[in-house]
Structures are given as C-alpha cells and as structure tokens.
C-alpha cells in the first residue's frame, strides 16, 4: 500500500536521478525512469524499483506510513511516464531537453520536499472538470 513519505521519497529519487541526468545526459536515466513510472502509472507498483528503494528507507528510517489516496498518484506516475518518454526520445534524437528535465525535476522536488503534487492538482481538476453538470 503507497504510503506518503514512501512517495515523497520515491519522488527523491526521481529528483536526484534527474539532476544526473541533466549534468551527464546518460540515456540509461529517462529509459529507466520511464520503466519505473510505467510500472507504478499502470498498476503494477509493487514491482518499482524505485517503490522498493523508497520503502525500505521508510523502514529503515521508521518514518510514519500514512496511506494517501492513490489515483491520483497513479495519474502523476503516467504524466512521469510521458516526461521519461519525450526525455529519452529527445536523447536519443539528440535534441536539447533541458526544459522538459526542468519541468521534471521541480515536479519531483514539489512532491518530495514540499509534499505537493502537481499531477494530483491536475488529476483533481480534470475530474471536476469531467464531472460538472
């Protein structure tokens, strides 16, 4: 079950893999990410390596496992999974994507410093959205 400091820290850890991505631009960062965020986006989380890294620190630093609400975590997961695929593609063309690891990064900051996430506002508003009469 996703707890809170288990996603602020996966978060982190997007965070952190995506300033080495920036400064050394290794094509294995976003093809890894967009692995992970398939498999937390599309339903199968417990198979994340970034999940379990981050659920083992949380019982390892015996932080608090508070349960969240998880669509829209799982809607942010499939906006990361986008950003990891137009990082690679990018890559791979050898086309500048500084602005898109930008847009990542502050995104995975918000989560895990702040505990604001930027896909869940997105996720809530289009279900408003969606469902007003």
Same mark, same amino acid.
């Given at each position: 079950?996703?707890?809170?400091?288990?996603?602020?820290?996966?978060?982190?850890?997007?965070?952190?893999?995506?300033?080495?991505?920036?400064?050394?631009?290794?094509? +294995? #960062?976003?093809?890894? &990410? @967009?692995?992970? =965020?398939? !498999?937390?986006?599309?339903?199968?989380?417990?198979? $994340? /390596?970034?999940?379990?890294?981050?659920?083992?620190?949380?019982?390892?630093?015996?932080?608090?496992?508070?349960?969240?609400?998880?669509?829209?975590?799982?809607?942010?997961?499939?906006?990361? +999974? #986008?950003?990891?695929? &137009? @990082?690679?593609? =990018?890559? !791979?063309?050898?086309?500048?994507?500084?602005?898109? $690891? /930008?847009?990542?990064?502050?995104?995975?900051?918000?989560?895990?410093?702040?505990?604001?996430?930027?896909?869940?506002?997105?996720?809530?508003?289009?279900?408003?959205?969606?469902?007003?009469?």
């Amino acid at each position: 079950m996703p707890t809170e400091n288990k996603i602020r820290l996966t978060a982190f850890l997007v965070f952190i893999l995506t300033i080495i991505y920036i400064k050394t631009n290794f094509i +294995f #960062i976003p093809f890894f &990410l @967009l692995i992970d =965020f398939a !498999i937390r986006g599309f339903g199968f989380g417990k198979w $994340s /390596i970034l999940g379990l890294i981050a659920e083992k620190l949380v019982s390892i630093l015996k932080l608090e496992q508070k349960p969240i609400y998880f669509p829209p975590k799982q809607f942010a997961a499939q906006v990361g +999974f #986008i950003f990891s695929l &137009l @990082l690679l593609v =990018f890559n !791979i063309v050898e086309i500048n994507s500084i602005i898109i $690891s /930008i847009i990542l990064l502050i995104c995975a900051g918000l989560e895990a410093f702040a505990n604001f996430c930027v896909g869940c506002y997105v996720y809530n508003f289009y279900y408003q959205i969606k469902n007003r009469p």
